[in-house]
């Protein structure tokens, strides 16, 4: 596209690819680990997040600069493999959550959520045990693990990003935490480590 046939509230394609560039591209390296997770393919991964930088730059002008990128860009990943990948492969079986949901959607609930995994199970494994476990799990429950404990995200921005309420976050983290933590006691125990006590709920 040339400047002349440009028209958008960048003044010029060159200002609007240098914005993009400048809001987007440092955050290749966490958009492939996340489609890797979804996808558990290389080819697939890089294939999700090109498309996910291409739809980026072309709703660009929607995106407000300063705001979070990272969640921006997890959500259309996350989008684009719902719509494009997802179907592609046979679909994974829904997981329930209504056991525990309607306790993490009730306004009282002041407890904190099960600890986090980068403290408690990962904390003596090796990281190959924890790739296999965690790649074991529902794709639901993987993608809840990869947003909350190995980028970070709040509560609220999970929510936004995957277009779930937070109750549901909380319910689907506390799953899929509690089947995580069981395949690594299984790893723990099969390189000899002895589960520690405590007495703290997980």
Not at 56 to 80: M, P, V
Not at 125 to 154: H, K, P, Q, W, Y
Not at 156 to 170: F, H, Q, S, W
Request: with cysteine.
């Amino acid at each position: 596209m040339s400047n002349d046939m440009y028209q958008g509230k960048y003044g010029s394609k060159e200002e609007k690819d240098k914005a993009y560039e400048k809001e987007f591209m440092h955050l290749l390296s966490p958009l492939y680990n996340f489609a890797y997770r979804l996808t558990l393919d290389e080819d697939n991964a890089n294939d999700l997040v090109q498309d996910t930088f291409l739809k980026a730059y072309r709703f660009f002008e929607s995106y407000e600069q300063g705001t979070n990128a990272k969640a921006w860009l997890f959500r259309i990943l996350k989008n684009s493999f719902i719509n494009d990948y997802r179907k592609k492969s046979k679909e994974p079986n829904k997981v329930d959550y209504q056991d525990v949901e309607a306790y993490y959607n009730s306004d009282d609930v002041n407890e904190p959520i099960t600890s986090d995994l980068r403290v408690d199970s990962i904390r003596d494994l090796i990281g190959d045990e924890v790739a296999m476990a965690l790649n074991s799990l529902d794709v639901d429950f993987r993608t809840i693990i990869v947003l909350c404990d190995i980028e970070g995200f709040t509560y609220e921005e999970m929510a936004k990003i995957l277009d779930i309420p937070i109750g549901t976050v909380r319910s689907r983290l506390h799953r899929a935490r509690s089947i995580l933590k069981d395949k690594l006691r299984e790893y723990a125990g099969q390189m000899g480590f002895k589960e520690k006590t405590n007495t703290k709920e997980s």
